[in-house]
């Protein structure tokens, strides 16, 4: 087992605690909802954009 396997295991269990204080505080699902609707933003900004540009060719 390699140093760096070491390292990512130690990351691996401070992710899944962290994941699981987010559970059983509950705010992993206002967390969640959150990312989508920054990512739908980011989506709907891209194809306006997209379009934009197609418009001025």
Do not use: N, Q, W
């Not at 140093?3 to 699902?29: E, P, Q, R, Y």
């Amino acid at each position: 087992m390699d140093s760096t396997d070491i390292i990512g295991i130690g990351l691996l269990l401070l992710v899944l605690s962290f994941v699981f204080a987010l559970v059983s505080s509950g705010l992993l699902i206002p967390l969640g909802v959150l990312v989508l609707l920054v990512g739908l933003g980011l989506y709907g900004f891209e194809r306006y954009h997209e379009k934009r540009m197609a418009e001025l060719e």
